[in-house]
């Protein structure tokens, strides 16, 4: 016999209870794609999932003992885990289902933590349903539901026709402003293709950012026309002229939100010696609010990009494919995140480039 | 045993389900599997695939008595296959049976998440919850307790009164759990790559052993039981257990050889040697007579997952994740 040594694929699904979470599962699994999926669910789950295998899980939160708070992982998802990959390999893939008010950053840790599930197991994405009238009325009240998006590499934007398209647009508005960098599928009953949720390797790092080209246009672009929402705010100071930076930021933050977006950009050259300590730094002291960071370098001295990733202060990155042939070549990093201090981000990040 | 002569001598056997446990009843390897059957090896190099469980064996054990197999299903159940082919349900339920353990004096104990059932053998098991999901279960030789890794350190139960509990603090997640020989010592791998200790009369004698590349969930001590030897790095490690306080305080030997990370260790009984599984596949003898040590199985990849000795020291067991398994048969210790 051979055993593959093919990563298997996790997809996590998180959302309110009602959002439509059961619905996207039963969907996943009777569609007629040939592939066999195990399911995680949660005990407080909706009923009715149409699978052989499934899994009921407690959600076990555990710290880990090495002194940093945010470093949290799901433990019964390990054992979970751990025991799937036993068997005789009769799935293709495994579905991870949340409780409604689940924290999705334990879940996407483990797989940063745990050596032995990311020997066996790759986490493709993280899918996060949301209801989009529910939402339309409640994002601000509802800090669970906005870390959801801020987790999320997709966000399917259901029942949108209980929404006018006017609403429907603000609430996309508000999905970008916590996620700049996720996907968002429309859809009624959550028809969704499956090939536009599964499948996605969302995590790899040769394709953060990956979608991000018509971003970058924009953001540039928008530099100039940009209404720097932050300058309304009592930051104390709004004396900057914009008018000298050489990059453009999309400001996405505003006081009543619980999650908030940035993102900085330079046609400078990075200089790793700075860069590096510095986005450790950036770990260690923001890493429990820091719910997403993703960024590509343009690292002085290297043709390659340098692709980074973080949930909280588990930090990867590395070198991949090199700079094309007359690629726009820039560095972009966005970070999501509670109340994240934007200006000491930025002014270390733009320190961070080659000076003359 | 020269390990060159040992290494001819090796039968070896290859299946078509990931090998998940192993255990010694007698002379007889059984070799759990992934599609829920266990594979019974003899030494005359033949074995017989018996059907059990609708899912994968999570979990397997042989009692102290030498005559029978538990296995922990993912479907829900524990079965005892006899010595005589007998086989019989002693669990059904819904949830996975996760660990199951035997002591030496005649009580099995298994798990479903927080549930931990307990019972002398043949007989209606007591339950006992733990305040999270176990991840290991094991007694003390001495039978004086069962101890139940969890969530924030190790659970200890008494086998002759399960209501006398005693728990283990030490924060972080527990994953494997063993007890020196003497049963003073209660000892936990965690999660951070790291061995935790208790002194079980003076709990707030305890230590952390740290510094494994990897997590050392395999354990075992040397059949004097002056020193544990542990999996988790690229060379043995052994800690001392000759003073009052055991490897509190004190530091560890290391012995080189092999290629790659150690994932399983085990001491024969009424000797001096150990078996030792390299996570890159690789089995080896190492004798601490005469620091001797050589490979008796090659890597093929697939790490080591569990080494054995028979009860009596004789056979010597081992299977890797891939479903290949090896059986030796040593002679006398």
């Avoid at chain 1, 997403?292 to 001295?301: A, N, P, Q, T």
């Avoid at chain 2, 090896?41 to 008595?65: E, R, T, Y």
């Avoid at chain 2, 098991?125 to 969890?150: N, Q, Y």
Wanted: proline share 3%.
């Amino acid at each position: 016999m051979t055993i593959s040594n093919e990563k298997t694929p996790i997809t996590v699904l998180t959302g309110y209870l009602g959002a439509g979470k059961t619905t996207l599962l039963n969907r996943i699994l009777t569609e007629n794609h040939g592939k066999k999926y195990a399911v995680i669910v949660n005990e407080f789950g909706e009923i009715g999932i149409d699978n052989d295998l499934v899994v009921d899980a407690d959600e076990e939160i555990f710290e880990m003992n090495n002194g940093c708070i945010c470093c949290t992982v799901r433990g019964d998802l390990i054992r979970i885990l751990a025991g799937l990959m036993k068997r005789t390999r009769d799935f293709d893939g495994i579905l991870v289902e949340t409780t409604g008010l689940a924290d999705p950053g334990p879940v996407a840790q483990t797989f940063f933590v745990d050596e032995d599930i990311a020997a066996k197991t790759k986490l493709d994405a993280i899918i996060t349903v949301v209801d989009a009238k529910h939402l339309f009325l409640e994002i601000d009240r509802a800090p669970e539901a906005q870390e959801q998006i801020a987790f999320a590499d997709i966000v399917v934007l259901n029942k949108i026709d209980t929404v006018s398209d006017d609403d429907l647009r603000t609430v996309e508005a508000r999905i970008r402003r916590i996620n700049p960098t996720c996907r968002i599928e429309r859809a009624e009953r959550c028809n969704v293709p499956i090939d536009h949720l599964l499948g996605q390797n969302a995590f790899a790092l040769d394709r953060i950012l990956d979608d991000d080209a018509d971003f970058l246009q924009k953001d540039f672009d928008d530099h100039d026309g940009h209404d720097h929402e932050h300058c309304d705010h009592d930051h104390g100071k709004c004396d900057h002229d914009h008018a000298d930076h050489d990059h453009g930021h999309l400001d996405a933050s505003r006081h009543d939100d619980h999650v908030s977006s940035f993102s900085f950009m330079t046609r400078d050259k990075i200089d790793p010696e700075k860069f590096f300590p510095w986005i450790q730094m950036i770990g260690q002291e923001f890493g429990i609010d820091m719910l997403r960071m993703k960024g590509i370098l343009d690292i002085k001295d290297d043709n390659r990009r340098y692709v980074a990733q973080a949930v909280h202060m588990m930090l990867e990155g590395d070198f991949q494919r090199e700079w094309r042939e007359g690629e726009d070549r820039y560095s972009r990093i966005v970070f999501i995140g509670r109340n994240l201090p934007r200006d000491i981000i930025e002014d270390g990040f733009m320190k961070t480039r080659v000076t003359a | 045993m020269d390990p060159f002569d040992a290494a001819g001598a090796v039968l070896h056997y290859r299946f078509e389900a990931q090998a998940t446990a192993c255990a010694f009843i007698g002379s007889v390897l059984a070799v759990a599997g992934g599609d829920g059957a266990v594979r019974l090896c003899a030494v005359d190099g033949s074995s017989k695939k018996i059907s059990l469980h609708d899912g994968a064996i999570l979990s397997m054990a042989s009692n102290a008595k030498g005559d029978a197999l538990y296995t922990a299903g993912d479907d829900g159940n524990l079965k005892r296959l006899g010595a005589d082919g007998a086989i019989s349900d002693i669990h059904t339920g819904r949830k996975w049976v996760d660990c199951v353990s035997c002591s030496q004096r005649g009580h099995v104990a298994w798990s479903c998440g927080k549930t931990i059932y307990l019972a002398k053998e043949g007989e209606e098991p007591v339950e006992i919850t733990a305040p999270s999901s176990v991840s290991a279960l094991a007694f003390s030789p001495d039978g004086k307790w069962l101890g139940a890794a969890v969530y924030g350190g190790a659970l200890l139960i008494s086998p002759n009164k399960p209501e006398t509990t005693k728990f283990l603090e030490w924060k972080g997640s527990h994953v494997a759990i063993g007890f020196s020989t003497d049963g003073r010592f209660c000892v936990t791998a965690m999660l951070e790559n790291s061995l935790h200790i208790w002194k079980i009369a003076t709990p707030e004698k305890h230590g952390n052993m740290g510094g494994y590349p990897a997590k050392p969930v395999s354990f075992d001590w040397m059949a004097d039981g002056r020193s544990m030897l542990t999996a988790g790095a690229d060379v043995l490690v052994t800690w001392p257990f000759t003073g009052s306080d055991g490897p509190i305080g004190q530091n560890a030997a290391v012995f080189e050889g092999g290629v790659g990370i150690v994932r399983s260790v085990r001491a024969r009984p009424s000797s001096r040697q150990v078996l030792i599984g390299y996570a890159a596949g690789g089995v080896a003898l190492f004798d601490r007579k005469d620091d001797s040590y050589g490979y008796i199985a090659e890597a093929d990849g697939s790490p080591v997952i569990d080494v054995r000795f028979s009860p009596d020291g004789r056979m010597a067991g081992f299977i890797r994740e891939n479903g290949t398994a090896g059986l030796l048969d040593m002679g006398k210790p």
